[in-house]
């Protein structure tokens, strides 16, 4: 019923900036948290940052300052800029969407930093 789609991963230099965009569509409510989580090989599935549709945010302190989230409700969309990348942001970023009871997962996208 919800469908998030990614996009913007890929290979950057530590130093550089890459920006992920997350398009939610279907039944999409007005009030919902969309966000950013991350998983490194041999690591757990980490939060990144969420923004709520009223514009809340929690910022994890790894990237807090260089990190931004930011949404556009009218489409449904998520952005989260990355700065100043470093290699352990590397991993695989996944977008989620909560509403009421449910969340809902993107099939994540690679985004790898280059020492």
């Known amino acids: 019923q919800v469908q998030l789609v990614e996009s913007g991963g890929g290979l950057v230099q530590s130093g550089g900036s890459l920006r992920l965009s997350c398009a939610a569509s279907?039944?999409?409510?007005?009030?919902?948290?969309m966000g950013w989580y991350r998983q490194a090989p041999g690591t757990q599935r980490e939060l990144v940052a969420t923004?709520?549709?009223?514009?809340?945010?929690n910022i994890a302190d790894s990237v807090k300052g260089r990190f931004t989230i930011s949404r556009d409700n009218a489409k449904n969309t998520v952005y989260l800029q990355m700065n100043s990348l470093k290699p352990e942001d590397t991993a695989v970023y996944y977008c989620?969407?909560?509403?009421?009871?449910?969340?809902?997962w993107g099939q994540g996208t690679q985004v790898s930093v280059s020492s």
């Open positions: 989620k969407l909560r509403q009421a009871i449910t969340d809902y």
């Open positions: 923004i709520a549709s009223i514009g809340g945010t």
């Open positions: 279907g039944n999409i409510f007005s009030i919902n948290v």
